[in-house]
């Protein structure tokens, strides 16, 4: 285990982008006006005409896709389900995303995977990243195939990997392969997919993925230096995710369940909402709320809602 926490600390590296005042910062929520749910911000600029970071997490039913930007540079991280392709497409038609830096493959669920070959055929992408070893998930098989089909750089992801936007990036906190630490295989680190830092001198947000509860606990000890402003809850808010342990060590403020009004296991499970009102997390849901768009400011993200689309 210490050569794990080790290596850990190694792939976190030091120092961490500016912490917050420690006070809870006022949270600026902005609504637009029901039925204005088409309604996408450009990219935000920042002091001296200098971009600032901005994460979207659209609404695109029952599924998960989160869209990094800053300026002109944009990351997909996720694209939803089969179902969900042409809606995350609209959305960053909308954004004006014209060009992704990558689209970045966190885990193999249809959820997250299934909306991949959909993008790739709509939207120029530079290379895509795969977190994942091996699977036999036909949704992910599918999306290799959309890969090669299309002609995109492909590399897979371990722990460690960087993804510079200039005002802001990604870390990639987990896999950790062999050779990352002498206990890491077959831990829960290793095979459970990418859990994400996106990270900015204001802001720190973590992508939990399919880590599960396990997996969120053993994060915590090999990054123990790890905490956040904002939780994108792992698998949309199932009872195995969104662990007490996390909650406590990590410390978010803001949490966001990328989730659909119409899922038939009835997520975001009770007990993870009660997990999140006891340490006094304040949620967003893109099933009631609609897509959440955050900007990094000085004293917190600042939260835009977009309400969703009308049922037909």
């Known amino acids: 285990m210490a050569a ?22 006022a949270w600026e929520q902005f609504t637009l006006p029901p039925g204005d749910w088409t309604t ?18 659209p609404a695109a039913g029952d599924g998960e896709a989160v869209l990094v930007r800053c300026g002109g540079r944009a990351v997909l991280i996720g694209a939803g389900g089969p179902w969900a392709g042409p809606r995350v497409a609209a959305y960053l038609d909308r954004a004006g995303v014209r060009r992704l830096e990558a689209v970045v493959i966190a885990h193999d669920a249809p959820y997250h995977v299934g909306g991949v070959p959909y993008v790739l055929e709509r939207i120029p992408v530079n290379a895509v990243h795969d977190a994942v070893r091996t699977s036999a998930e036909p949704a992910h098989r599918e999306a290799l195939r959309a890969v090669t089909a ?39 680190l290793a095979d459970t997919g990418a859990a994400l830092l996106v990270h900015s001198p204001q802001v720190r947000v973590l992508l939990a993925g399919s880590l599960g509860a396990e997996g969120e606990e053993a994060l915590t000890r090999v990054y123990p230096d790890l905490t956040v402003d904002v939780l994108v809850v792992g698998r949309r808010g199932h009872r195995t995710a969104t662990s007490a342990v996390l909650l406590e060590r990590a410390a978010p ?27 006094g997390v304040r949620v967003y849901r893109t099933d009631r709320d609609g897509t959440i768009q955050m900007t990094a400011a ?9 309400p969703p689309q009308p049922p037909p």
């Open 253 to 279: 403020r803001l949490a966001v369940i990328p989730v659909g009004p119409y899922n038939e296991e009835g997520r975001p499970h009770a007990d993870v909402l009660e997990r999140l009102e006891a340490a």
């Open 150 to 188: 299309a002609g995109i750089a492909y590399r897979q992801v371990r722990g460690g990997d960087r993804w510079d936007l200039g005002c802001g990036g990604i870390r990639a906190l987990t896999p950790l392969v062999e050779g990352d630490g002498e206990d890491v295989q077959p831990g829960p």
């Open 40 to 57: 996408v911000p450009p990219a935000q600029p920042g002091g001296a005409g200098d971009p600032v970071l901005e994460v979207h997490v």
């Open 298 to 306: 000085p004293r917190g993200p600042r939260v835009r809602l977009v």
């Open 4 to 25: 794990l926490l080790v290596a850990g600390l190694a792939l976190l590296g030091r120092p961490w982008p500016a912490a917050f005042p420690a006070e809870v910062p």
